[in-house]
């Protein structure tokens, strides 16, 4: 299991506008961790440094004894698949088959391990019954499936979603969780941006706080939702449940509403 | 009662549909109010916004029974001053953003100029917007540079400068962090007090539960619970349907079935930390 490293990382666009400084950034093979931070903290320039999509202005970015700068993109998109924050930055298919197919296709498996990768990739997602749509004639929070299938497809040890939370039902965020559930019992690296604190809090190992371009912590949930000082700092909010708790003045860092009402009922 | 808007029978088709996505509609809306519309993805809440607004049947083409009322006359029979009666945010930015613009100062001007107003008089009125959904940092930036949070900041702006009655507001923060959120319901909030109607589709429902007055829960095409926030939020039987609940408001209901005796169900967070306090303390004897 290859770990994913940051070293003293900065990113500045063509132009000169600095998005990202100094991150430096552990994540071990296996597991799962979300990015949290502002509009403009510079968490997607981040994880684009991760799968190579752009290469880090300073710094180094270690993808196992992989260095970032040695390989093309091509070549980390084997290891670490990136799903675009826009659906349609990355669907140019007529079939939602077509699309996730697409991976393991140019990777020239045999072509049995070709159809297992798309099945299994369609049905994880809940994707199979819209197999031969069009995916620009399916709403965009179901698009945003199709593409995390077709990075599923591809089969990486690492994998990247850029807010897949946004304009999701409630069916659609049990839908993301079960996919987390899974990569995670396959062993797979898992690297989630999201704004919604409820779905960090239910669902990630560890989170990566980003503010002003700057990686500023990381912890488990319970120590990054109890830290009002990171919080204010990220602009961040408590879930609904830990404020609730803390006007109760209930010790435990509650971060779910199990944890909770055990506190209430116990006090 | 003062009805600024009402749906009648209202069912509709889309084009090549065989399903309706909208069935025997039958809605009110007061003047003044802040309607908040939730229920899963596919449900009707965006074909019910563009059948107030008029894009349906005016645009969209396909099959409308039954009529839609804005101030007592047919959204058929307004014409084009619909669009100066009713605010429009869609959903995707992009698909608001003009692109007949260079720079986000002139595309959150762009309406005012059509309506004719005076140079002094849109220049005011654009800056005060831009300070207001603190966009004025991008004043000379192309909209098409902008984030997609950014993006829809912009589109807000730019509707909300034209001072509309109503104001129909698809999923405006999806995008959003936060803080970002908040602000954009704090702006929600502020053109209420300026007795706007909103009309807004939103997910994160523990912010509707915070600032809206009534909620609209689609299902299906059909609307299957209308009324006071606190009523349709704590109603447990909705989450089976799909609806989103407050979680303040699953962590009552939890409380409750373990015993502890919580009077109303809370859907906002001041509701729950009072109702659970004082059912503690009810519990213990004090």
């Known amino acids: 299991m290859r770990d994913l490293r940051l070293q003293d990382v900065s990113f500045s666009y063509p132009g000169g506008y600095l998005a990202v400084e100094d991150a430096n950034i552990c994540i071990r093979g296996g597991e799962n961790v979300a990015i949290v931070g502002q509009n403009g903290a510079g968490k997607t320039t981040t994880v684009k440094m991760m799968n190579g999509l752009l290469k880090p202005t300073k710094g180094e970015v270690l993808i196992g004894d992989m260095n970032s700068k040695d390989y093309t993109t091509a070549q980390i998109s084997r290891i670490v698949g990136y799903v675009f924050q826009n659906p349609d930055d990355q669907i140019f298919h007529s079939t939602v088959e077509s699309e996730v197919r697409f991976g393991p296709k140019m990777m020239k498996l045999d072509p049995e391990e070709e159809d297992e990768r798309v099945n299994q990739a369609l049905k994880i997602t809940g994707m199979d019954e819209f197999r031969k749509e069009n995916p620009f004639n399916l709403p965009l929070s179901t698009r945003k499936f199709v593409t995390i299938a077709a990075v599923i497809a591809m089969g990486t040890d690492i994998l990247i979603f850029d807010e897949p939370t946004a304009g999701q039902d409630v069916a659609g965020n049990e839908r993301l969780s079960r996919i987390l559930k899974i990569l995670g019992e396959e062993g797979k690296t898992v690297i989630t941006i999201s704004h919604d604190m409820e779905f960090v809090a239910a669902n990630f190992q560890k989170v990566i706080v980003m503010a002003k371009k700057r990686v500023i912590k990381n912890g488990t949930p319970k120590e990054i939702f109890w830290d009002f000082e990171c919080l204010e700092k990220a602009m961040l909010k408590q879930p609904y449940v830990s404020r609730v708790c803390r006007e109760l003045k209930l010790t435990g860092e509650i971060i779910c509403i199990d944890e909770a009402i055990t506190a209430i009922m116990g006090r | ?286």
């Open chain 2, 1 to 286: 009662m003062d009805y600024v808007m009402e749906c009648k029978n209202v069912t509709y088709r889309y084009p090549l549909s065989e399903v309706p996505a909208i069935q025997n509609l039958n809605i009110q809306i007061e003047r003044g109010k802040f309607y908040g519309i939730i229920g899963e993805n596919g449900s009707g809440k965006t074909t019910f916004c563009a059948l107030l607004r008029g894009f349906i049947p005016s645009f969209y083409k396909g099959e409308l029974e039954g009529e839609v009322l804005v101030e007592g006359k047919s959204t058929t029979d307004w014409g084009g001053e619909l669009a100066a009666k009713i605010g429009y945010v869609f959903q995707n930015p992009f698909t608001q953003i003009s692109g007949v613009k260079d720079t986000v100062y002139e595309e959150v001007a762009y309406g005012l100029e059509n309506f004719g107003l005076p140079v002094e008089e849109i220049d005011e009125r654009v800056i005060a917007v831009m300070k207001m959904t603190d966009i004025e940092a991008l004043a000379l930036k192309n909209p098409f540079d902008l984030s997609g949070g950014q993006m829809q900041r912009v589109a807000l702006a730019s509707v909300i400068v034209l001072e509309p009655d109503i104001l129909v507001i698809d999923e405006p923060t999806s995008q959003l962090d936060p803080e970002g959120t908040e602000s954009v319901f704090a702006i929600i909030r502020a053109l209420k007090e300026r007795h706007k109607t909103i009309i807004l589709v939103e997910h994160k429902i523990d912010l509707i539960a915070e600032y809206a007055d009534e909620v609209v829960a689609f299902k299906g095409g059909e609307i299957i619970a209308l009324g006071d926030k606190c009523e349709i939020l704590s109603e447990m039987s909705l989450a089976e349907q799909g609806v989103a609940l407050p979680q303040v408001a699953i962590l009552g209901c939890r409380l409750r079935e373990r015993g502890l005796l919580i009077g109303a169900i809370p859907v906002t967070e001041k509701q729950a930390v009072e109702q659970i306090v004082a059912a503690l303390e009810g519990r213990d004897g004090r």
